[in-house]
C-alpha cells in the first residue's frame, strides 16, 4: 500500500508532494492564483461593506408622522 499525498492543490485538484515547497499548492503559480482570487474576493466584499455603511448615514423618518402633519 503506498503513501498517498496528504494534500490535494485547492488551486488545480493536483495531488501535493509531502515534502512540497509550496504545500499545501502544488506550485508556487497554484499558490499566487488562489491568493490573487482571495484577495479579489476580499477587497470586493470590504468595498461594498464601506459603500453601504457610507450610503446611509441616517434613519429614514417614520412614514406615519409625515402623514399625520397632512
Ligand atoms: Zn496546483
Not at 500500500?1 to 488551486?11: D, H, L, N, T, Y
Not at 499548492?25 to 470586493?44: I, N, P, Q, T
Not at 457610507?54 to 399625520?68: F, G, L, R
Request: charged share 35%; glycine share 4%; proline share 13%.
Amino acid at each position: 500500500m503506498s503513501e498517498s499525498s496528504p494534500w490535494i492543490c485547492p488551486a488545480c485538484r493536483a495531488a501535493v508532494p509531502r515534502d512540497g515547497a509550496w504545500r499545501p499548492f502544488c506550485s508556487e503559480r497554484c499558490k499566487m492564483v488562489d491568493l490573487g482570487a482571495w484577495l479579489l474576493g476580499h477587497y470586493r466584499v470590504a468595498a461594498l461593506e464601506a459603500d453601504e455603511d457610507d450610503a446611509t448615514p441616517e434613519p429614514e423618518p417614520p412614514p406615519d408622522d409625515d402623514d399625520a402633519d397632512r
